[in-house]
């Protein structure tokens, strides 16, 4: 199992030294962010959206989870698919899906309708979530890869934070169909920045390798597995945070959004801080075992009888650990890949698991919590994160390992 040669090499078996194609990045970087929003766009103008075109709550929550259900069904074909067509293309190909079905949506006059468009918009979004670390794999030099693709996986949260932040104040200016074609616009601009800064190279072409099968995906399975039970049991912890500290702690529902704002901001600087640890020296086990501070920090948040600022700050923790270990699997992805080529189909993996844990998450939460209380999603917290952390040690294992291997 030789790793393919980094994208670059010459044909002497030297390798120049060559930077790393920041600029692309943050273009490419810029493009899963734009793509978050459109994730995230409805949530705070749903209940005009509700208003108007007359939804029931659970039918404005199948409009907001539409989205996250496409890649819970389709990731990794989308990554066979990508592989196919090439990461560049796809790229482009997935803004402009975007463009047209957030286009759609702004003329919704039905649940249907909308939802339809929401389910196109979803594709569009699988897509990019893949093509986009990818390429962001290839622009990036070996020394900056890890620090690449922590960045990359703060997408999403700063996606939907800049999407819920912006989202109140142009919906009330512009309606929520205003809201919407702002959003269809700005895509349709980073689509054509996306299309006049990639490179014309192979990085962004079809790849003509061969399709990884089943044996060369076994520890990508495993990242990935670990991956979405750590998603199922952090990403509700913050999702219902607003419901708990009005509930428990009796905040207002204004105090209760601009605190869990703040907090599912902290996961961002957890995602930033991998790429930095990582440059540092820090090993994979060290971050992987560091979600195990996910367990105090949920029995905080929910367990305890504490105060606010206790809650908060357990909340804070879950949310820090979210964005490391999303961070980590992200940059710990090319390492256990056999070869580079097949980034394409294991980011299809990620997707696909991380949105299955997004899916399946806050309902479960919901309906322990609902059938109890509060503190009885704890132990739940308790035996996910265990077993993912379980899970992500064998995988570090097998990464120094590997490294062992190739320096002989």
């Not at 699988?126 to 890890?146: F, K, M, N, Y």
Request: with cysteine; glycine share 14%.
């Amino acid at each position: 199992m030789t790793p393919q040669p980094t994208v670059g090499e010459s044909e002497r078996g030297e390798t120049p030294i060559r930077r790393s194609q920041w600029l692309t990045i943050i273009v490419v970087y810029v493009a899963g962010v734009v793509a978050a929003m459109s994730y995230g766009k409805f949530s705070s103008v749903g209940p005009a959206v509700a208003d108007q075109l007359g939804l029931s709550l659970s039918q404005l929550g199948w409009v907001i989870s539409a989205v996250v259900g496409v890649g819970a069904v389709a990731g990794l074909p989308a990554g066979y698919l990508v592989r196919r067509f090439g990461a560049g293309r796809s790229l482009i190909a997935a803004l402009a899906l975007m463009v047209v079905a957030s286009a759609l949506s702004a003329a919704a006059g039905s649940f249907a309708w909308l939802l339809a468009a929401r389910f196109a918009e979803g594709a569009g979004y699988l897509v990019v979530s893949i093509a986009c670390p990818a390429l962001i794999l290839h622009l990036a030099e070996e020394r900056d890869r890890g620090v690449a693709l922590s960045i990359w996986a703060t997408f999403v949260p700063v996606g939907i934070g800049v999407s819920t932040l912006a989202g109140g104040a142009a919906g009330a200016a512009l309606g929520w169909r205003g809201w919407v074609l702002l959003i269809a616009g700005l895509t349709l601009l980073t689509a054509v920045a996306v299309r006049v800064r990639l490179p014309r190279t192979p990085a962004t072409a079809a790849v003509a390798g061969p399709v990884p099968g089943a044996r060369a995906l076994a520890w990508p399975a495993l990242l990935t597995a670990s991956f979405c039970l750590m998603v199922l049991v952090t990403m509700p912890v913050v999702v219902l945070l607003p419901t708990l500290l009005i509930d428990r702690h009796g905040s207002s529902a204004g105090v209760a959004g601009a605190l869990t704002s703040a907090i599912s901001f902290v996961g961002v600087l957890g995602g930033v801080s991998v790429g930095v640890l990582l440059r540092r020296g820090v090993p994979l086990a060290v971050l992987a075992a560091s979600g195990l501070l996910v367990v105090p920090g949920a029995w905080l948040a929910y367990g305890s009888d504490g105060s606010l600022a206790a809650a908060a700050a357990g909340a804070g923790v879950v949310s820090l650990e979210n964005g490391l270990l999303g961070a980590f699997v992200f940059a710990a992805l090319p390492l256990v890949l056999e070869r580079l080529d097949h980034a394409d189909v294991g980011n299809g993996m990620v997707a696909q698991m991380g949105s299955v844990g997004a899916l399946l998450g806050p309902p479960l939460f919901g309906l322990v919590a609902g059938a109890s209380d509060f503190a009885a999603v704890v132990p739940l917290i308790v035996v996910g994160m265990l077993a993912a952390v379980g899970g992500l040690l064998p995988v570090t294992r097998n990464v120094a390992r590997r490294a062992r291997g190739a320096g002989r």
